[in-house]
């Protein structure tokens, strides 16, 4: 008797011996395969995979074993889970996170990365060498995510979908396993140590040759298990790194253990020449101690991605039409949902408040300490730990689509392109490694030929010495604890180039509404034009409402008060710079600028506050005066900037008067207002031209352009999503103190990381020819590696101090250009 297999459908004979409990009831298996990835989807917290699919994933007869293990990924129901797909011009693009194993250095991520991307269908990969996190971007119609899958596994970093509950229960696993390797790396040292003392400091005849025998042998037996166990990793990464034809630092170090342990072992059995055990087990203790540093280091740094995951909890209460409470699983919601929050719970979505008032802890995303107080009308993300009463909203974005969701892909963004210096040293560390291996080559042939019985100690000197952890961790550990430092003051970085070029600009140019100013506009006058209105006061802010409903800009949040659903807008098109214009009771509306409202009038607006003008079929109707506060830390960050020796400058939309009273409030000596889109831009390019590096700052629509020409693109935390996909780092909090932090933790990145490729560099240069010159015993070339590691670490750690001075200008203090 046949039955299908629970997992793939395939058929099972009747005597299969492959089965799965589930729910208190037998499944059965066609194979060992679909037994692995099915135990696997149970043991992830996946099981509602079998509930919810409508169909079992098609799988290819003649499809290769490891591409079938992974075929349950292809299956539309369970990618729904972590997968997302964006529309683009030419093709879907599908992006998705996992978690990686396997992974050691730099050296790992750029095989992953290089391996990923020569596959055809494949956008970009992107290691976060942080948390161990591949974001994958791929085209679904060119190549299926099981064969990707298949190829990490192929090369020896099995993966699966990322979760934040799921990471940390593998980061805690995989630093208890790292804690044991350690511990029985310096038990086998201490004991090895103790049995090679009499080895070198006893005389021909102090000791028997009995026990002389048995010190040896109890070494051996130590080290065996320091060598099996301990070392494991390097002896698995290096034969990884074969395999694949990448040269990367295990491959030294497994050759040097490797080669000490057997020439050790040859030397007990036959009774003749030296012994290196504790060097075999001084060196696999520091190199462990090195990584769990690191380890420690990245995880400590790095962990906000996991935290910020952790904020969105796993149900909510969503409510129905008669008001009645439902527990769902917050991934369930969607847009429309009305739900309620709890005191003391986490939001679970991006919605807009309906409560008259919250009070909310938004520490996790903007880094802001004191909770905000909201209104009805204001959007809660989600994520936010509702401090004090309970509160209702209405869902406008969840899963995928929240805000935290987007920083979390902003942040692993911004390793899809390393610095273009880290760039460079993983090129050098790859034919640094090349050169050693045929420079101890050499030196062992020489050694041999001048004194063999110091040939194999000083080769292994030179292996241990030299061995380039220093170098490779020289940038990456200085960028892991620079962004977290970052992070933690609420600023983001989305591109991996971002502090290298902020740490050379020249110059900041500032948008005025939304940026300099808080972005909460509110309306402050409406000024009726007699000779063309034939509305009033409240009709003509209904219709300016609704058209001004579609739009991001923070001057559409003024008119939200006098949104009517009775009064809608249609054919909604928005016109960057100038306003917007939409069909409305029966006719079509714009309102903006004068000049753009209505172009057949010549209309000047009144001087005395920022107004748009409200038009139907080119007739003004109104004037429509909004208002805006000049943030509090505005005038102290301009100053810090000019401190720096940056210039600072304001280009704005605005009218030129409004922008020019704004300039002389805050002591700005460049200026300009009334700049379309394309005129910022070519303002830009023209600074540009003149050899500025320019930052721009902004967070509308009309300043996409500008932030995708300038060097640098900082977005504001209000931002459209336009504006902050086109932005290098994004600040998440609501103060403009960010930018000068960012600047300074840039400037100081740029130059640890030049201290700590200075240091490894010059360590190399005098401990190479020492090694060759058999100076150099291998427990001192131990030491001297391991010290030269922990020392880029050291001075990396310095990053994440916060420093409450004013930043450092690289010209005179005081001054500006």
């Known amino acids: ?9 395939s058929a099972v004979d009747g005597d299969n011996r492959w089965s799965l409990e589930l729910n208190g009831l037998t499944q059965p298996l066609c194979c060992p395969g679909c037994l692995a ?14 509930q919810l699919r409508t169909a079992t994933p098609e799988r290819p007869i003649n499809a290769p074993l490891d591409t079938r293990r992974w075929q349950l990924f292809d299956d539309p129901v369970l990618q729904a889970r972590f997968v997302r797909t964006d529309q683009g011009q030419d093709n879907d693009e599908s992006i998705a996170t996992f978690a990686v194993d396997g992974i050691t250095c730099a050296a790992c991520a750029w095989l992953i990365e290089h391996r990923l991307n020569a596959i055809e269908g494949v956008i970009s990969s992107a290691i976060n060498l942080s948390e161990h996190r591949l974001r994958l971007s791929w085209r679904p119609a060119s190549v299926a995510l099981s064969r990707l899958l298949a190829e990490l596994a192929a090369i020896g970093y099995p993966s699966q979908p990322w979760s934040p509950d799921e990471a940390q229960q593998r980061l805690k696993h995989q630093s208890r396993r790292m804690v044991r390797r350690l511990i029985i790396a310096a038990v086998g040292m201490m004991q090895v140590l103790m049995f090679s003392i009499p080895h070198y400091v006893a005389v021909p005849g102090d000791l028997s040759h009995n026990f002389e025998r048995l010190f040896a042998w109890l070494a051996v037996a130590l080290t065996t298990s320091v060598v099996l166990y301990s070392a494991q990793p390097f002896f698995g990464g290096a034969w990884r790194d074969i395999r694949s034809r990448v040269l990367g630092m295990d491959v030294p170090v497994a050759v040097a253990i490797g080669g000490a342990y057997i020439a050790s072992l040859w030397s007990v059995v036959s009774q003749r020449g030296d012994m290196y055990f ?9 190199l462990l101690f090195g990584r769990y540093i690191e380890a420690r280091t990245r995880h400590h740094h790095g962990r906000i991605g996991n935290a910020l995951s952790g904020t969105i909890p796993d149900a909510a209460l969503r409510l129905d039409d008669q008001h009645h409470e439902q527990v769902i699983p917050a991934t369930e919601l969607m847009a429309g949902d009305r739900v309620r929050v709890l005191a003391g719970a986490q939001v679970p979505a991006d919605g807009t408040l309906l409560s008259p008032y919250a009070s909310v802890d938004e520490s996790m995303l903007s880094g802001e300490s004191v909770p905000a107080s ?11 730990l509702v401090v004090d009463t309970p509160l209702e909203l209405s869902v406008t974005r969840a899963g995928h689509a929240t805000r935290v969701a987007s920083i979390i892909d902003l942040s692993d963004r911004a390793f899809a392109e390393r610095p273009r210096l880290a760039r460079a040293v993983e090129r050098v560390a790859h034919h640094f490694i090349l050169g050693l291996l045929l420079i101890s080559a050499a030196v062992a042939a020489i050694w041999w030929q001048i004194d063999p019985a110091r040939s194999l100690w000083v080769t292994l000197s030179v292996l241990v010495v030299t061995c380039p952890c220093a170098l490779a961790l020289a940038t990456p550990i200085s960028l892991t604890v620079a962004h977290g430092r970052l992070r933690r003051a609420g600023v983001l970085v989305t591109r991996g180039d971002a502090l290298e070029v902020l740490a050379s600009i020249d110059r900041v140019v500032f948008d005025k509404t939304g940026t ?12 009726i034009i007699p000779a063309t209105a034939t509305l009033d006061n409240h009709q003509l802010l209904t219709v300016a ?19 009517n659903d009775t009064v809608r807008a249609s054919d909604i098109r928005n016109h960057p710079g100038q306003g917007v214009q939409a069909q409305c009771l029966g006719t079509e509306w714009r309102i903006g600028r004068a000049d753009f409202a209505a172009a057949d009038h010549d209309l000047q607006p009144p001087s005395d506050a920022n107004w748009l003008l409200l038009a139907r079929a080119g007739k003004p109707m109104a004037w429509l005066g909004v208002e805006d506060d000049i943030r509090a830390d505005t005038a102290t960050t301009l100053q810090h900037l000019r401190d720096a020796g940056l210039s600072v400058e304001i280009l704005s939309g605005d009218r030129i008067s409004s922008v020019a009273s704004m300039a002389r409030r805050l002591g700005v000596c460049q200026w300009r207002g009334a700049a379309l889109p394309q005129d910022k831009l070519d303002h830009v390019r023209t600074l540009q031209q003149q050899n500025q590096r320019v930052a721009m700052v902004g967070d509308g629509i009309n300043d996409i352009a500008v932030l995708a020409g300038a060097d640098l693109a900082i977005a504001m935390p209000g931002a459209s999503d336009l504006a902050r996909s086109h932005a290098d780092i994004l600040l998440l909090g609501e103060k403009l103190g960010g930018i000068t932090e960012a600047i300074d933790v840039a400037r100081t990145t740029q130059r640890i990381i030049r201290q700590n490729l200075s240091w490894a560099t010059l360590y190399n240069v005098i401990a190479l020819p020492l090694a060759i ?4 015993p291998p427990w001192l070339a131990v030491i001297g590696m391991s010290a030269s590691s922990l020392l880029v670490i050291g001075n990396s750690l310095r990053l994440g101090a916060r420093q409450g001075r004013r930043m450092q200008s690289r010209n005179t203090p005081g001054t500006s250009r």
């Open 374 to 384: 909201r209104a009805r009308g204001d959007i809660i993300h989600a994520g936010s």
């Open 516 to 527: 300099l100013t808080q972005g909460q506009m509110v309306l402050g006058d409406c000024r």
């Open 37 to 50: 990835v099915a135990q696997a989807i149970i043991d992830g917290g996946l099981g509602r995979y079998y």
């Open 545 to 563: 409402a609704a058209l001004e409903s579609a739009s991001e800009h923070p001057i559409a949040r003024a008119f939200r008060p006098w949104r």
């Open 278 to 286: 504790d060097s075999v087990c001084m060196f696999t203790f520091f």
């Open 773 to 776: 010159a058999g100076l150099v």
């Open 1 to 9: 008797m046949a039955t299908s297999c629970y997992h793939c459908g």
